[in-house]
């Protein structure tokens, strides 16, 4: 490459789940790393104070991040929200993430949306090789989606997504280098399962859903033979939903994700550090593990079988989602959750906080991130999100 974009920018680009662990810095601790990872970063502020959970709670207007099938079982009959993230802020105060999204309920069993995701990197200073600046740059990214929603039964819905994906990492720079803006599409596949169940003589509901999402092509920014895998994930979950009486309920969810995308493998060395290099393939020999190089289904498909340790590290690869709301009136609600990872996988741990507001056809929503570790790059990471939801004259009987 004939430029080389600063070590910041690097590290921002490709890491911002706080990854900090570089491949072969240590063989217990290899995060998965992959392009674009800002489709996984939560867009609203109901599901980030719940703990990053989603998969199988109530719908809303923010349903196709979490699970698309959800949509199909919303009761308003349009809606648009926008959502705002301030993104860690800890290290800069330029970098943010904002999400458009807007649906239409085409009748009681089906319903389509629209949604946009738009993420500036903030203003980054780029050098060539020998150091010269280059100038300053904005880095940005984007992804728009169609999503479509359909209830199979009264209690069962499938949903499916398409989405484009652009990500220029480089700016203006890409005009002379061969550094150049990447894209790719893919898509999702949603379940979604919600019954009415009593538990302890109250009226509850028990939900359960799987997501998988941005299943589509590697993407590059530069020669055909440098593809990165975009952040294939699943997700599963359940949901209990107990109302208290005519004015109190609380939900309780639980989510489950890994990414199916392949493990980083174990490198052989020599004695000074160094990699040993395979004679035949001019890269560095792998000592356990399997070549991260493969197709785009090889890799999901193996993704549960390509740890170099085993079971026992393909069990730390999934991350743990939990958190609970309630609401009184269905009008105000208080949300808390906790999200874990292992360390070496990348450490995230931290406690999410929120609380929300209905009114009329307006919902104002807000939630709160306290790491464990105050140094955090997420640490006090904060979303605004606000949501307008319409019923029309037939509908107008289903309460707001």
């Known amino acids: 490459m004939k430029y080389l974009l600063t070590l910041i920018f690097i590290i921002v680009s490709q890491n911002l789940f706080s990854q900090t662990t570089f491949i072969g810095q240590d063989s217990s601790r290899r995060p998965i790393i992959t392009a674009v990872p800002f489709l996984l970063i939560s867009p609203d502020s109901r599901g ?136 790719s599409f893919s898509v999702d596949l949603g379940l979604y399962y919600n019954k009415e169940i009593t538990l302890l003589n109250r009226t509850s509901e028990l939900s359960f859903g799987s997501h998988f999402s941005n299943i589509g092509g590697k993407i590059t920014y530069g020669s055909s033979k440098n593809l990165d895998f975009i952040p294939i994930n699943l997700r599963f979950g359940s949901a209990l939903k107990t109302f ?23 490198y052989e ?77 990348g450490g995230r741990k931290f406690l999410t906080f929120g609380a929300g507001l209905k009114y009329n056809n307006l919902g104002l929503d807000f939630s709160y991130i306290s790491t464990i570790d105050q140094n955090h790059p997420l640490a006090e990471t904060m979303r605004f999100s606000i949501a307008l939801l319409f019923n029309d004259a037939e509908s107008s009987s289903i309460d707001d």
């Open 48 to 183: 980030s104070a719940m703990g990053e959970t989603g998969v199988a709670t109530s719908a809303d207007a923010y349903s196709v991040h979490w699970n698309n099938a959800k949509l199909a079982f919303i009761e308003k009959k349009y809606g648009f929200s926008l959502s705002y993230v301030p993104w860690l802020g800890k290290i800069v105060d330029d970098m943010a993430i904002s999400y458009l999204s807007g649906f239409y309920k085409i009748d009681k069993i089906q319903a389509i949306s629209l949604d946009m995701k738009y993420f500036d990197l903030g203003e980054i200073q780029l050098t060539d090789n020998q150091g010269m600046s280059l100038g300053i740059e904005n880095p940005k990214e984007l992804s728009t989606a169609f999503t479509y929603s359909r209830k199979l039964t009264n209690n069962l819905s499938l949903g499916g997504t398409t989405r484009y994906i652009w990500s220029n990492l480089s700016g203006s720079i890409s005009n002379y280098s061969d550094s150049k803006s990447g894209s």
């Open 244 to 266: 208290i009486d005519q004015y109190n309920s609380i939900t309780i969810a639980l989510d489950f994700n890994k990414l199916l995308v392949p493990t980083p493998p174990i």
């Open 269 to 345: 060395k020599d004695n000074l550090g160094n990699y040993v290099m395979d004679p035949l393939t001019n890269k560095p020999k792998i000592l356990k593990g399997k070549n991260p190089n493969r197709s785009v289904l090889s890799g999901m498909f193996s993704s549960f079988s390509d740890a170099p340790n085993g079971f026992s590290e393909e069990l730390k690869e999934f991350t743990i989602s939990s958190g609970f709301e309630y609401w009184y009136r269905e009008m105000f609600a208080l949300r808390g959750g906790y999200f874990f990872e292992n360390n070496d996988k």
